[in-house]
């Protein structure tokens, strides 16, 4: 089986389990994460590509439907929280239909310290998050946002500084 495969089926065996075994779903995210904190919650359903680019910091908590398409890195520093229904995606394809047919990029997404993340937040390839930011419900981030910030819409800009 290949490495995406396997991850897609441990994925399943995640968001089969018990909402309150978290002690069991925990030890399968430390075994397909590249690096995780001690203390960290995420609650199912979540799905990635292969878990072995991902890492999550300290008291990282992410809320239900959490999609990470890891072909490349996403690195989650500490105090992160996420809301319900967000996708990380490393992956992008070109414009040109032609090329388009031929290729496919991953870039690196990273997501700095006492990060707070809404609902509904799409984050696109290669974009990094500055500490202390917050990312309104509902944004597209395509581009990098400094730290002590927040930003919201599609797409994301910064409205005001904290």
């Known amino acids: 089986m290949n490495e995406f495969m396997l991850a897609k089926k441990i994925c399943?065996?995640?968001?089969?389990l018990?909402?309150?075994?978290?002690?069991?779903?925990?030890?399968i995210i430390k075994k397909l994460f590249k690096r995780t904190?001690?203390?960290?919650?995420?609650?199912?359903?979540?799905?990635?590509?292969?878990?072995?680019?991902?890492?999550i910091g300290e008291k990282f908590f992410a809320n239900h439907n959490l999609i990470i398409l890891d072909a490349n890195?996403?690195?989650f520093g500490d105090n992160v929280q996420i809301g319900p229904n967000c996708g990380f995606y490393t992956?992008?394809?070109?414009?040109?239909?032609?090329?388009?047919?031929?290729?496919?990029?991953?870039?690196?997404i990273t997501i700095g310290n006492d990060v707070w993340i809404g609902g509904n937040v799409?984050?696109?390839p290669g974009v990094k998050i500055g500490d202390n930011t917050v990312i309104g419900a509902g944004s597209v981030v395509t581009k990098d946002i400094p730290s002590n910030v927040v930003a919201v819409g599609n797409?994301?800009?910064?409205?005001?500084?904290?």
């Open 12 to 16: 399943n065996e995640f968001n089969r």
């Open 18 to 27: 018990d909402v309150e075994d978290t002690e069991k779903r925990n030890n």
């Open 37 to 55: 904190g001690k203390t960290f919650l995420i609650l199912p359903n979540f799905y990635c590509d292969y878990g072995f680019n991902i890492e």
């Open 73 to 75: 890195k996403v690195i």
């Open 91 to 108: 992956s992008g394809h070109p414009i040109d239909k032609d090329l388009r047919r031929k290729v496919e990029y991953a870039k690196p």
């Open 122 to 124: 799409c984050v696109m």
């Open 155 to 162: 797409p994301c800009k910064v409205i005001r500084k904290l």
